[in-house]
């Protein structure tokens, strides 16, 4: 098994409690997904947003989906100018067989634009 790390974001419309958990959760359920884990298979995630998203936490939209025993970070993204607004990052970290060019990277809604080459 090898230590990974697996990216992920999405955009959401409105700085809205509801729309935070609710994109998180499709976030991290893709990740999960895409990747064949299990809960057991993470050893900590980092949740970040850009500076206009303020209503909730993303990780507790992880605690909902199983994460109990995985820690959970959140943080704010810098406000780089231009910046796309109202996105939700997370970086992963794994135990998986994988290869690292077999990691599936997840883009979703308007975040898709923020990695082209890898959005699925």
Do not use: W
Not at 28 to 44: G, H, Q
Not at 54 to 74: D, N, S, Y
Not at 86 to 97: F, N, Q, S
Request: hydrophobic share 50%; proline share 5%; aromatic share 4%.
């Amino acid at each position: 098994m090898a230590v990974r790390a697996v990216r992920g974001a999405t955009q959401i419309d409105a700085d809205e409690r509801d729309q935070i958990l609710s994109a998180t959760a499709e976030l991290v359920a893709e990740v999960m997904a895409r990747n064949e884990l299990s809960t057991d298979d993470v050893i900590s995630v980092i949740f970040t947003v850009t500076p206009d998203l303020t209503a909730e936490f993303p990780a507790l939209a992880a605690r909902k989906l199983g994460f109990h025993e995985v820690p959970l970070l959140c943080a704010t993204e810098i406000g780089v100018p231009h910046a796309l607004p109202r996105v939700i990052r997370l970086m992963a970290h794994v135990e998986t067989a994988r290869p690292r060019s077999e990691i599936q990277h997840v883009y979703l809604r308007g975040a898709t634009a923020l990695r082209l080459d890898i959005a699925q």
